[in-house]
């Protein structure tokens, strides 16, 4: 049955504020279920506050045979990356 | 509908008592303080049982849902049945002592939550209608004037609501799915629908809870649950079954074989072991 139904990605915002992460995945023949299966599965535990489900088809992933040219020339230019100023002690979540 | 001679119509052939007979086994209402309140009591044990059973029911989807997601749900459902009957049994006496040594006739839950699995159509029907009348039930529980039913209602309202909520998604889905589907789900609700009428009864020990304002007179949702019932099937472009004979006597300890079998196996433990600890 389960083989079936479409896979759908869960993310989980863990409280107000956060951002919504990737979890993991569920099976499931529609959203409505997709949204139970996501609350059974990942939020047993009180991990969360509000739920997305994206049907896994509908993600467009970059090729992982295609990693150099996409993500290597990123590595070698340090003055894009924000580390050269403070910050406030009291900024979470950056 | 309801109305119907209590103890004539049982669902099966009632086991004899002769060597299961429990007199002179029972547990004392109130033991602790002396004070005996057998209403309360009996009103404890109907909530207690109802969640219990049903709990032990669907632990034995456990590993074989039709998928690991509704194996969880199945599960996530059982465990908060059996966390209401922990409660209500807690409440009751030694919670432990009346979920695991007591008779058959000694539970006091309704017939419904006994009924077999069976396939996952009639399990989902079953807990449609369950969780339907539970969900109302708890509502209007939350105003008992025993603080400890209040207090157990309140917070457990909100899981069975979405108990319901789920065996509705599915009653719809399977209803309006494909000709097999629609055929299990039908099978499901017939077998499951002559057990309704016993969750509305008002015997004696109902009816003095409910004029105490400890317990509820489910008479007065009755109109409620039919509709809203009414208004699944209507979404799973069912019919609703023909009403049947009513099956009533779970609340007085008349119960269909299909108990006796799940307490073997629920009881076997602390039964075999009564010293067991984990």
Same mark, same amino acid.
């Given at each position: 049955m389960s083989n079936d139904w479409p896979l759908w990605e869960? @993310?989980?915002?863990? =409280?107000?504020?956060?951002?919504?992460?990737?979890?993991?995945?569920?099976?499931?023949?529609?959203?409505?279920?997709?949204?139970?299966?996501?609350? $059974?599965?990942?939020?047993?535990?009180?991990?969360?506050?509000?739920?997305?489900?994206?049907?896994?088809?509908?993600?467009? !992933?970059?090729?992982?045979? $295609? $990693? !150099?040219?996409? @993500?290597?020339?990123?590595?070698? =230019?340090?003055?894009?990356?924000p580390t050269f100023y403070d910050i406030p002690d009291d900024v979470k979540h950056i | 509908m309801a109305g119907t001679d209590p103890e004539t119509v049982r669902a099966e052939p009632v086991e004899a008592p002769s060597s299961r007979s429990s +007199? &002179?086994?029972?547990?004392?209402?109130?033991?602790?303080?002396?004070?005996?309140?057998? +209403?309360?009591?009996?009103?404890?044990?109907?909530?207690?049982?109802?969640?219990?059973?049903? &709990?032990?029911?669907?632990?034995?989807?456990?590993?074989?849902?039709?998928? +690991?997601?509704?194996?969880?749900s199945l599960a996530n459902i059982g465990l908060d049945l059996i966390g209401q009957a922990t409660h209500f049994l807690g409440a009751a006496g030694d919670g432990d002592q009346l979920a695991f040594h007591r008779d058959v006739l000694d539970f006091k839950n309704c017939l419904l939550v006994e009924q077999p699995n069976g396939d996952f159509a009639q399990t989902m029907a079953r807990q449609l209608l369950f969780s339907t009348w539970q969900e109302m039930l708890f509502g209007h529980l939350e105003a008992s004037k025993d603080e400890t039913i209040a207090a157990i209602a309140a917070k457990a309202v909100k899981e069975v609501r979405y108990h319901a909520e789920?065996?509705?998604?599915?009653? +719809? *889905?399977? &209803?309006?799915?494909?000709?097999?589907?629609?055929?299990?789900?039908?099978?499901?609700?017939?077998?499951n629908w002559r057990f309704v009428p016993e969750l509305f009864e008002l015997d004696e020990i109902a009816g003095e809870a409910a004029a105490r304002g400890i317990g509820a007179d489910p008479t007065a949702f009755r109109a409620d649950y039919d509709a809203r019932i009414a208004a699944v099937l209507a979404e799973a472009t069912l019919e609703?079954?023909?009403?049947?004979?009513?099956?009533?006597?779970?609340? *007085?300890?008349?119960?269909s074989e299909h108990l006796g079998h799940l307490l073997a196996a629920m009881q076997f433990l602390p039964r075999t072991y009564p010293d067991a600890t984990w």
């Open positions: 869960v @993310f989980v915002r863990a =409280k107000g504020g956060m951002s919504h992460r990737h979890v993991g995945s569920v099976h499931a023949p529609d959203p409505e279920i997709a949204l139970r299966h996501a609350r $059974d599965t990942y939020t047993r535990r009180m991990e969360g506050v509000s739920l997305w489900v994206v049907p896994s088809a509908s993600i467009a !992933a970059s090729d992982p045979g $295609d $990693d !150099a040219a996409m @993500f290597d020339p990123a590595e070698d =230019k340090i003055y894009r990356h | +007199v &002179g086994k029972k547990e004392g209402p109130s033991t602790s303080s002396g004070r005996t309140d057998s +209403v309360r009591f009996e009103t404890l044990l109907r909530l207690g049982d109802d969640s219990l059973i049903l &709990g032990q029911r669907l632990g034995e989807w456990c590993g074989h849902a039709p998928s +690991v997601e509704v194996d969880l789920l065996a509705a998604e599915w009653v +719809v *889905r399977l &209803g309006d799915g494909t000709e097999e589907s629609r055929r299990r789900m039908i099978d499901g609700l017939d077998w609703p079954p023909a009403d049947q004979r009513p099956i009533l006597g779970g609340r *007085r300890g008349h119960h």
